[in-house]
């Protein structure tokens, strides 16, 4: 425990993929509650909902529902990880840089620290404990 705290020794194989599932369980569990709160409010949000990229406010929200709830579903299971992260990036992308582009950094950072670690799960993949490895694996590996 002392080398792991006072020098950066790499974890071993096990210890970053248990790393990597806590990360991408996390932050996804995070993303579905905020999708999760817009699909009990639809009907009230779907005429009001901001319209960033000109496809009206009812498809932009369903498609920022679909991007923070069923793809979050997915990127927790590990299942299609780097696809389903992709409309994941693009919304939270979308919220920082235009939805809330003259918005104080504090209005926005959240939307920011979402793309930032969706970005690094993207680059990573979803690691040894996931649909993915199981399926995607390899043969030489099997």
Do not use: C
């Amino acid at each position: 425990m002392k080398n792991f705290i006072l020098y950066s020794s790499p974890l071993k194989e096990n210890a970053q993929s248990a790393t990597l599932l806590l990360f991408r369980v996390a932050f996804a569990i995070l993303l579905i509650l905020h999708g999760w709160q817009k699909i009990q409010s639809y009907s009230v949000l779907s005429s009001v909902f901001p319209d960033p990229v000109g496809l009206g406010p009812q498809l932009s929200l369903t498609l920022a529902i679909g991007a923070e709830f069923f793809a979050g579903l997915f990127v927790i299971a590990g299942f299609l990880t780097r696809l389903a992260l992709i409309p994941m990036i693009f919304t939270m992308g979308v919220a920082f840089f235009v939805t809330h582009a003259a918005d104080a950094f504090q209005v926005k950072e959240l939307a920011f620290v979402y793309m930032v670690a969706f970005v690094i799960l993207f680059i990573t993949g979803p690691g040894k404990f996931s649909v993915d490895n199981v399926i995607f694996k390899p043969s030489s590996q099997k």
